[in-house]
């Protein structure tokens, strides 16, 4: 790789030894892929937090570290509330390692926002290189932001918040955000909501892997491609797809679908995706709810008083936006939680059937939470949760 001069000094170790082994990691990944230089990055996104995914091993190798992020750097959800773990739950044990994470990497520099939703930070914008590495977070950022990322794992963006760049290879370079498969889209329904979007992406993410995809014949709103990108990247490994007409570089660069392989999804084939079983549990804000989508919750709980535990996880900046409402749901017996997931927490792991809003959530509380999954839209997700 071409690197700086300053880049070299760090490889040398002349700037301490975590930097320098931060820059190995990135040298490393960048000889792999073929990166020809490192590239300057806007903001990080750190995943490897919880400390159910991570454990011991992750937390030694964390505080064997020293060294400061020096952009705008935000930690993935941890496995609890890291103030109202009790009321979750969460044991004594796992809340010390927890709480040993977070000021390891607080100590780093990154930012305790504890999110898969950083772009509700306003951190970043069309165009930005970015090292972001939760799955859902790097399909919006390059999807419907038209920032560039490719998918990282925690070391590489440990080391890309510390250093301030990352290996410019994949997603970084136009020439590869092209789409190579088309998912045309019919028998759309006249009132879709998040989760019929995230049964879309569930199926679809089945059959591009880690393909491009554009889609015709849909016109989702925002949380709705939140969701269809987060199940994509969930059951395929999908970093970045676009929507004709409505995405920014399917808008800017008006991509023909002319000579693409060509998918057709029906939407009875997403109604399939729907069952009816009761849920033990209920579960939404995969990835963490936006204000509108906490709004509408509050809404549709208006008068309902809740017969089975419903849990609403958000980003804590989300939730100290829209206090009163928050405190509306809450006044109906349900929790409305910071910092954590239905997945990386272990609070939801006492349950048999736990139905959600996400096709994404779909896909992981299985092997995650060893629960069945049922996904159901959001207001059947709140008739579920008031019913006896
Ligand atoms: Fe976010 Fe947890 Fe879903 S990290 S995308 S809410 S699995």
Known sequence: MDLTVEEESILNGEEGETRQKMMEILV???????????????????????YKTIGRWGLEWLNGLNAKATVPAVLNPVGMDRIRWEEMGIDQEFAKNQKDVMAAYERLGIRLECTCTPYYLHITEYGDHLAWSESSAVAYAN???????????????LAAAILGVTPCYGLHLIKNRNPDLCFSVEGVPERTDESWYGALGYLAG??????IPVFT????????LKNLGAAMAATGATALYHVKDITPEA??????????????ITGDEVAEVYASIEPDAIAIGCPHCSEEEIKKIASLLKDCSIKRPLYIFASRGVIARCKDTVSLIEKSGAGVYADTC????????????IMVSSGKALSYVPNMCGAKAVIGTLEECIRAACRD
């Open 28 to 50: 490393g990944i960048g000889k792999v892929f073929g990166a020809e230089r490192m590239v300057r990055i806007r903001s990080a996104q750190v995943s490897g937090a919880s």
């Open 143 to 157: 999807s419907v932001i038209g920032a560039r990322t490719n998918r990282e794992g925690g070391p590489s963006a």
């Open 206 to 211: 089945k059959i591009s892997g880690n393909r």
């Open 217 to 224: 014949g849909i016109r989702p709103a925002r949380d709705q």
């Open 251 to 264: 808008r800017i660069f008006n991509y023909t679908t002319t000579g693409l392989e060509t998918v057709n």
């Open 342 to 353: 239905m997945v990386v927490s272990p609070a939801l792991e006492k349950y048999r059937t």
